[in-house]
DNA sequence: ACCGTATACCTAGATAATCAAGGTCTCGGG
DNA sequence: CCCGAGACCTTGATTATCTAGGTATACGGT
C-alpha cells in the first residue's frame, strides 16, 4: 500500500528491543506486537525482520532459544540481554533527540 | 563522531523541502540552515546534501538557477516548486504519523 | 604578496537497511 | 484431505547515507 518505507530505517531494531522489553516472543509474534501496539501503522515485513534479529543477536542485545508455542509450533524465543537493555535505554534517547531536532526544523517556528 | 545516522533515511528530503518553504537558499547554506535551527543536532554531510537536491530537483519539487551571494559567490539557488509544496505536505503528515506511530511502541503505555 | 580558512560545489565507492518475492514445514478446521 | 495461517528463512534489488576525496573563489591576517 504505502510506498516502501524508508522512516523505518534504524528504529526498527530499537522497536523490537522494546517490544522484547515486555517479555521474551518469537519473531512472528514480535511483528503482530509492533502492528497491533501501533495500531496497524507500522507493518514489519519478514525480509527486514529476520534480519534485524540476527543482527541483534550478533551484537548481544538478544539472544534465542528454540522452544514451543501454546499451539504447539516450533518456534525461536528471543529475550532482551542486559545489554540489550542498556541498548535500548540509549537508542530510545536517540530517538527522542532526534525527533525533537527534526520536530525544530518542520514545526512552524 | 557519532556512529552514521540511520535516522536520517528519508527525513532528509522533508528537511530540504522545509528549509526552501521558507525562501530560496543555496545547497550549503540549506545544511547549515538546518544544523542551526535543530540547535546542532542534525548535521548534514555534503555527500548527502548534494545528491538529495539532485533527486529533489529530478522529482520535480524544488528547481535550480545559478546566481550570486552577498558575498559574491557563484552560487545555485534552490526554490520550492508547487509541487514541492505538496509534496512537503504530504511528508509533514507522514513524518507525525510514523513518530506517532513509533511512540505508542517505545513510550511505557 | 602570500597563505590559511571558510565558502561553495561536485563525485565515486563503500556500507548497510529495507523490501519483494520466493521457499519450507506444521497445525488445525472444514 | 486439503487449504489457510502460523512460523521460519534467504537471495537479490533498491536506495540513502557517509567517507573521502576533488576543484575553485573570497577574505582576513601577516
New binding site residues.
Given amino acids: 500500500m504505502?510506498?516502501?518505507?524508508?522512516l523505518?530505517?534504524?528504529?526498527?531494531?530499537t522497536l523490537i528491543l522494546k517490544t522484547l522489553a515486555w517479555g521474551p516472543r518469537?519473531?512472528?509474534?514480535?511483528?503482530?506486537w509492533i502492528a497491533t501496539v501501533s495500531d496497524d501503522a507500522l507493518?514489519?515485513?519478514?525480509?527486514?525482520?529476520?534480519?534485524?534479529?540476527?543482527?541483534l543477536e550478533r551484537k548481544g542485545w538478544i539472544d534465542?532459544e528454540w522452544g514451543l508455542?501454546?499451539?504447539?509450533?516450533?518456534?525461536?524465543?528471543?529475550r532482551l540481554t542486559e545489554d540489550g537493555e542498556a541498548r535500548l535505554a540509549v537508542a530510545t534517547a536517540q530517538w527522542s533527540r532526534f525527533t525533537q531536532a527534526v520536530d525544530k526544523v518542520l514545526l512552524p517556528g
Same sequence: chains 1, 2.
Avoid: C, M
Fill in positions: 504505502a510506498e516502501s518505507n524508508e523505518l530505517h534504524g528504529t526498527l531494531d518469537h519473531g512472528y509474534a514480535i511483528a503482530r507493518q514489519i515485513e519478514e525480509g527486514s525482520l529476520y534480519p534485524a534479529l540476527y543482527r534465542a508455542s501454546e499451539s504447539k509450533r516450533r518456534v525461536k524465543l528471543y
